[in-house]
């Protein structure tokens, strides 16, 4: 148990006595030695046991760090602990367990609460959803497609996984803290808990923190996914919430759950103080009673899901708990797999027996884009058409909803794409990399979204007519734990002949957080027919340097006088 502020590090040691008596004349021997880096002597430390009694025995001791590395994602700097059991001077058990020196913690003292905090500077936590491709590494011993799995993910400026709704092998979480990757642990309840089950939810609560505790990658566990309205009293509720409350004879109610929450937080903080606990992932029965809350929106694939995307790319957010930050543990949209990847792993009477024959997606079991493609693009005639358009889809809403998140850094403190890389063929097609591990465009859409530093232009018209008057917002986005002051925005409207218009001005943005840094007003030029302008953007550093650009693009309209 690191404590950086103090430059110290508490270790908990468990031994267990199958005698059933109680022995003396024991000792413990610790010793602490980096593991990834050389520098420095040993520590050694021993202490005395004097009493053992029967069953389990935990011992703590606390060592002085003068002098540590920290671990953080950029830099993963790791150190083994070594403790020998000792019993008159002969060793008869040795163990290892590797740490980091890292502190992760929640402010729930400001206004709003909710803001993450590593090594004491604010994160924002900026991952995917993770469902069985890591946990096949390890059961294969593909231990460097575990690797590249967790690589995949840091290229795309991603900093934490969350692993859906289960812990996994500790090998995955030993590669985390090798590479630098948080992560967030779910304890595997989904929607409700059974009223018979609830000491045993509480003692798998202690199995699981005890898991996981010694890994620095572990920054926040979760109690349950996606809880739903469950209630004993009527009321005005919706339909489904009606048919919910006919579930109570089985699983608890929600002040129940909020019960079991308050005791499953307690189990933890015996076995880890410092762990940051969050109750609910994606509250569909919000608000809970502590801690940050937390929503899942696909309002880009089932249309409107949490709040209409005209309302998300405007700025609003669903119903949050109130004085609280938020995150949003799922977003995304299908697209679906490669063809070489059908063309290989699908059924035959799934595809169709040549490429050009007219197809539909619903010939894949349990995929969505047929039912669901309605909304945002056309039908399409061939299996390539379909790949191609829902595939596109898919990058636009990667892109757009995560330009909306990272808009509300004031607020969203964590977002998770659901997900990165599918387990399986036509496993979970919103995956934006497949389980060939061959990326889908929205792989590429996301990465670009969450450059950790980011000029980004927001306008609500994306076509116009010619001499119409358009406004844009220039917001500065800022994933990076310094803050960036003395900028310079520099803003070009251009199109095929040259620069049209050129705009500057003073910009400043503060660590781990998004601003809107100005407007600037467009007037269209005369053009004749159709035509694309574009609207580049530059963030200058107060050297001059070009920290980051980017582009939007208009389609303007020439004007047509209609005679009658």
């Known amino acids: 148990r690191p404590d950086i502020d103090r430059r110290a590090v508490e270790f ?151 692993v859906t709704q289960r812990p996994v092998q500790e090998e995955i979480y030993d590669y985390f803290d090798m590479l630098g990757m948080m992560h967030q642990c779910d304890f595997p309840l989904f929607g409700f808990l059974r009223r018979n089950q ?22 926040m566990v979760s109690l349950i996914n996606e809880p739903m309205v469950l209630r004993d009293r009527p009321g005005d509720e919706p339909k489904y919430a009606r048919r919910m409350r006919e579930k109570g004879h089985r699983h608890l ?90 063309c290989r792993c699908y059924p035959p009477q799934w595809l169709p027996r040549r490429p050009d024959d007219p197809w539909r997606p619903d010939r894949i079991v349990r995929a969505q884009t047929w039912a669901l493609h309605g909304d945002w693009f056309a039908e399409q005639r061939d299996i390539r058409g379909w790949i191609a358009a829902s595939q596109l889809h898919q990058a636009r809403a990667a892109a757009w909803m995560t330009d909306a998140f990272r808009r509300r850094s004031d607020r969203v403190v964590s977002t998770a794409v659901h997900l990165l890389i599918d387990a399986w063929p036509s496993g979970w097609m919103k995956a934006l990399v497949g389980a060939d591990r061959v990326p889908k465009p929205a792989y590429f859409a996301l990465a670009d979204s969450m450059k950790p530093l980011r000029i980004h232009i927001r306008c609500d018209r994306w076509s116009a007519y010619a001499g119409e008057t358009v406004e844009a917002e220039v917001w500065l986005l800022n994933d990076t734990p310094r803050e960036f002051r003395g900028c310079r925005a520099v803003v070009t409207l251009r199109g095929a002949g040259g620069d049209i218009a050129s705009y500057g001005l003073a910009c400043s943005v503060g660590a781990a957080s998004s601003a809107c840094v100005g407007r600037v007003r467009l007037k269209l030029p005369a053009v004749g027919g159709k035509r694309t302008l574009f609207l580049d953007a530059a963030l200058l550093a107060p050297d001059g340097r070009t920290l980051d650009g980017c582009r939007f693009r208009f389609r303007v309209y020439g004007r047509t006088a209609w005679s009658g």
């Open 253 to 342: 109610f929600r002040d129940e759950l909020e019960a079991f929450f308050a005791a499953a937080r307690r189990v933890i903080y015996i076995e880890n103080p410092d762990r940051v606990v969050k109750n609910a992932e994606g509250d569909y029965d919000p608000p809970t009673a502590e801690g940050l809350s937390d929503f899942h929106c696909y309002t880009m694939w089932y249309t409107n899901h949490a709040l209409p995307f005209g309302k998300l790319y405007k700025g609003y957010l669903p119903a949050i708990r109130k004085g609280w930050k938020t995150g949003c543990g799922e977003y995304g949209a299908e697209g679906l797999d490669n063809y070489p990847l059908m």
């Open 198 to 219: 609830t000491a045993e939810a509480l003692r798998e609560v202690g199995e699981m923190e005890r898991l996981i505790r010694r890994h620095p990658s572990t920054v």
């Open 12 to 162: 908990r040691v468990g031994v267990y006595n199958r005698f059933a008596r109680v022995l003396r004349d024991f000792a413990l021997e610790l010793e602490i030695r980096p593991r990834n880096f050389r520098e420095g002597e040993p520590v050694l430390r021993r202490f005395a046991v004097e009493y053992m009694g029967p069953g389990q025995n935990e011992y703590r001791y606390r060592v002085e760090m003068p002098d540590f590395r920290l671990w953080s994602p950029e830099e993963p700097w790791l150190y083994l602990a070594r403790v020998r059991l000792f019993h008159a001077e002969k060793e008869i058990d040795c163990r290892d367990a590797a740490f980091g020196m890292r502190k992760f913690h929640m402010d729930e003292e400001g206004n709003p609460k909710g803001t993450l905090f590593l090594n004491n500077r604010p994160v924002l936590l900026r991952g995917a959803n993770e469902m069985g491709h890591l946990q096949q590494c390890v059961m294969r011993g593909d231990y460097r497609q575990l690797e590249d799995d967790i690589l995949i993910a840091k290229l795309a400026h991603l900093n934490y996984y969350r």
